[in-house]
T-cell receptor, first 117, second 114 residues
Framework: AQKITQTQPGMFVQEKEAVTLDCTYD???????LFWYKQPSSGEMIFLIY??????QNATEGRYSLNFQKARKSANLVISASQLGDSAMYFC??????????????FGKGTKLTVNP | KAGVTQTPRYLIKTRGQQVTLSCSPI?????VSWYQQTPGQGLQFLFE???????NKGNFPGRFSGRQFSNSRSEMNVSTLELGDSALYLC?????????????FGPGTRLLVL
């Protein structure tokens, strides 16, 4: 069964430092997409970064980068130069295309990141 | 371009009542998915609609239903509410059909069942 595992319930980082949030996934499908979302206390899920299973290079979006290790089935999010506004829940998700073209996201349990001043 | 909108943002109901939540996707997006988020179960997929057809359904009882209109707006309905239905309900839209496409989420509807 498809599954996303985030082993860090909570992480702390000092402002301006880098932090890595872990994500491992399990699927037998050769084609999949991996996403990271940020969820502030307001509740809205904010898209951060995407990595496709066939992408050769690690994805980057501003201060966010994804450390994609396909053989290890890991897709860790790296946030550089942390800011106070980065304090939030972070979710790793895997997108699968089911039979008939349907799509759904499978989410991990999330990691609560706290950035200290 | 306007983002995904959900109404209402907050809702309080009592057990046994029914509720309808609405989601308007980003213009041009034809796929709308619904998710339930609770502290205990996390984020769980409810169902996905594409061009007015339900393409996929999660493992939820039949009390949870939805539909999509020709303008891609979607509604989900929960009948005979239970205390355990208290949750944040998120909808997400995408163009639909391509694994590379991002699902963009709305702000959610917080439902409290008393």
């Amino acid at each position: 069964a498809q599954k996303i595992t985030q082993t860090q319930p909570g992480m702390f980082v000092q402002e301006k430092e880098a932090v890595t949030l872990d994500c491992t996934y399990d699927t037998s499908d050769p084609s999949y997409g991996l996403f990271w979302y940020k969820q502030p206390s307001s509740g809205e899920m904010i898209f951060l970064i995407y990595q496709g299973s066939y992408d050769q290079q690690n994805a980057t979006e501003g201060r966010y980068s994804l450390n994609f290790q396909k053989a290890r089935k890991s897709a860790n999010l790296v946030i550089s130069a942390s800011q106070l506004g980065d304090s939030a829940m972070y979710f790793c998700a895997m997108r699968l295309l089911t039979q008939g073209g349907s799509e759904k996201l499978v989410f991990g349990k999330g990691t609560k990141l706290t950035v200290n001043p | 371009k306007a983002g995904v909108t959900q109404t209402p943002r907050y809702l309080i109901k009592t057990r046994g009542q029914q509720v309808t939540l609405s989601c308007s996707p980003i213009s041009g997006h034809r796929s709308v998915s619904w998710y339930q988020q609770t502290p205990g179960q996390g984020l769980q997929f409810l169902f996905e609609y594409f061009s007015e057809t339900q393409r996929n359904k999660g493992n939820f009882p039949g009390r949870f239903s939805g539909r999509q209109f020709s303008n891609s707006r979607s509604e989900m309905n929960v009948s005979t509410l239970e205390l355990g239905d208290s949750a944040l309900y998120l909808c997400a839209s995408s163009l639909g059909g391509d694994i590379q496409e991002t699902q963009y989420f709305g702000p959610g509807t917080r439902l409290l069942v008393l």
